[in-house]
T-cell receptor
Framework: DGGITQSPKYLFRKEGQNVTLSCEQN?????MYWYRQDPGQGLRLIYY???????QKGDIAEGYSVSREKKESFPLTVTSAQKNPTAFYLC????????????FGDGTRLSIL | GQNIDQPTEMTATEGAIVQINCTYQ??????LFWYQQHAGEAPTFLSY????GLEEKGRFSSFLSRSKGYSYLLLKELQMKDSASYLC????????????FGKGTTLSVSS
């Protein structure tokens, strides 16, 4: 079955620590996205990538970094510079054409220890 | 800037019809999506509208008026499992560009 796999489902970060959230898709989609969701808030875009080896900052990129070395993979690193990382992180992918729906992974819930 | 407005919460009873409104002001517009999200889960795609008018998919329908910057999601014959958040999202003009999401409307269906 094709889909998007995010891991881990739950993650805890210590002060000053960088953590990496995994996102893998086997849908053969060109475009991939990372969103952050806080309680009572909509999805806010962190980073997106329309093609391998290229990515763009979204609205809240500060304190985060990404890479896109393979079409299937778009890992997100939450750095120590992100002072309020506790949130639900969602990865999505889509065909890179107009009005194609995004398909989401099951999310990673990140908390501070 | 981009602005998408939805009511925060709505309540309804089983078997009823509910309409969730969404208004948007964005720099460019290419289409509007509706997603359903159950608590703690990933959003799932429900529908999208590119042209003005009504799109029907079973119990769910979505309407768009581009001139008014307005859309609604209509849910008929409500079931308890329809209790969820409903997210309105706008696609801008560039292919592959991420969607701009509203804050979502939490719908509670009671018996």
């Amino acid at each position: 079955d094709g889909g998007i796999t995010q891991s881990p489902k739950y993650l805890f970060r210590k002060e000053g620590q960088n953590v990496t959230l995994s996102c893998e898709q086997n849908l053969n989609h060109d475009a991939m996205y990372w969103y952050r969701q806080d309680p009572g808030q909509g999805l806010r875009l962190i980073y997106y990538s329309q093609i391998v080896n290229d990515f763009q900052k979204g609205d809240i990129a500060e304190g985060y970094s990404v890479s896109r070395e393979k079409k299937e993979s778009f890992p997100l690193t939450v750095t120590s510079a992100q002072k309020n990382p506790t949130a639900f992180y969602l990865c999505a992918s889509s065909i890179s054409r107009f009005n194609q729906p995004q398909h989401f992974g099951d999310g990673t819930r990140l908390s501070i220890l | 800037g981009q602005n998408i407005d939805q009511p925060t919460e709505m309540t309804a009873t089983e078997g009823a019809i509910v309409q969730i409104n969404c208004t948007y002001q964005t720099s460019g517009f290419n289409g509007l999506f509706w997603y359903q999200q159950h608590a703690g889960e990933a959003p799932t795609f429900l529908s999208y509208n590119v042209l003005d008018g009504l799109e029907e998919k079973g119990r769910f329908s979505s309407f768009l008026s581009r001139s008014k910057g307005y859309s609604y999601l209509l849910l008929k014959e409500l079931q308890m499992k329809d209790s969820a958040s409903y997210l309105c999202a706008v696609s801008l003009n560039q292919a592959g560009t991420a969607l701009i999401f509203g804050k979502g409307t939490t719908l509670s269906v009671s018996s």
